[in-house]
């Protein structure tokens, strides 16, 4: 694998791809750390200092932002709102006949949607900047404990330039993301998700060793339990099933097509990190509310029991609504990607069937009983593996959980966002008639 590295670094197309990824990556780091206008760096940091920043409903933002959301940066926001406008975009399609058709014109409609896509991560960039400068009024809401204030000036021009300070930094991360998918290597949003995980790993995996003593023998202990997980995730991730597909042959004119054999690709986790994403961003919403509703003098009960089963992201209900929701978000999120019906009247049009079923509707029948078995495995796949983080708070301590990096959501885009890198790298230099990564 290290020859391969340097087989690609003496490629000279490749080498100026990599570097131009490695620097837009660095780019997007330092701009992480850089402080929006009007806030005071050294209050910020010692909010911090007694904050849980894994925790709450912004812990899933402050995940993709590389820690940058709670330390008030530019990139404060970093790439959660195109996230959440691609998925939305793509949710539209199945109800908007509008986008459907656009889904099924190409490269042109595609071209349109990506548009749509923009627009929508600006608005929803202005919205969630406005919300959060809104609780960073107020610090207490924002980090927990006693924080004193982080806004010396809270005057509304000064609040507007934060606004649009972050709104801002969202346009820049997008274009940042766009120029690695086109100059450089691999899909941008994801190398720049990616960076941000990546970035606080050695603090996250030093930070549970610190928190109990320094005991190396507990940090090496989680480390062999990571290193086992990722093997796992690796394996599934890369598993298929792989339906036969035989196309008879057709004579058009006077040239003879088909007659090849080829097969459907199915992955055992089709929804990939999505579902995952739902289900925090769904968990969020009542405690959010259940936040605002605690400072009344006489709560409701509602309000006790959320801020008590889930308001600390651990224990038995929370893990099983986790899990129940990642179960219907898989199944919700499969059926709309992946539709039989569509893939076999494609496969009958242009005269492919599968060896043993007739086409049409048993086709139909067969690939939707073939997707159901795997999409039960991969939702199960995922509500295990989203769990671990969640078990490892009862068995290694909080401290250590916390702290706890491989589960969820961050080890299944380390894992996956890698993969598909070193595809793409190893696919260039088999172009060049160069040995890949894997002999």
Known sequence: MLSAFARAFKTPDLRK??????????????GSIVPTPGVNYSDVQACLAGADAT???????????????????????????????????????VVIPRFEALKQEGQSGQTKLTQYTRYLTIGLAVLQSATYVTYARNPDQLFGGQCTSIMPDQSLPALLMMVVTMTAGTGLVMWMGELITDRGVGNGMSLLIFTS?????????????????RQLGRFFL?????VLIVAAVVFVEQSQRRVPVQYAKRLVGRQMYGGTSTYIPLKINMANVIPVIFASSLLQLPMMIAQFQQNRQNPPAWVE????????????????????????????YVSITFNPKEVSDNMKRYGGFIPGIRAGRPTEQYLDYIL??????????????????????????????????????????????GLETVKQIEAQLEQRNYEGFLR
Request: no cysteine; glycine share 14%; net charge positive.
């Open 17 to 30: 791809k990599i570097l131009f990824t490695l620097m837009i990556m660095a780019l997007f780091r330092v």
């Open 55 to 93: 925790s709450g409903f912004l812990g899933m933002m402050n995940l993709f932002s590389g820690g940058a959301l709670l330390h008030l940066s530019i990139f404060a926001l970093g790439i959660m709102p195109y996230i959440t406008a691609s998925i939305i975009v793509q949710l539209l399609t």
């Open 197 to 213: 995980i990546v970035a606080g790993f050695p603090t996250a995996m030093w930070g549970g060793v610190a928190a109990n003593g």
């Open 222 to 226: 989680v480390l062999l339990v990571g």
């Open 305 to 332: 029991w959320i801020m008590t089963h889930l308001g600390r992201g651990s224990g038995p209900w929370y893990a099983l609504i986790f899990f129940l929701l990642i179960v219907f978000f898989t199944f919700f």
């Open 372 to 417: 159901t078995r795997l999409t039960v495995v991969g939702a199960l796949y995922l509500g295990v593996l989203s769990l671990i983080p969640i078990v490892a708070l009862g068995s290694l301590g909080g401290n250590v959980a916390q702290n706890f990096p491989f589960g969820g959501t961050s080890l299944l885009i380390m894992v996956g966002v």
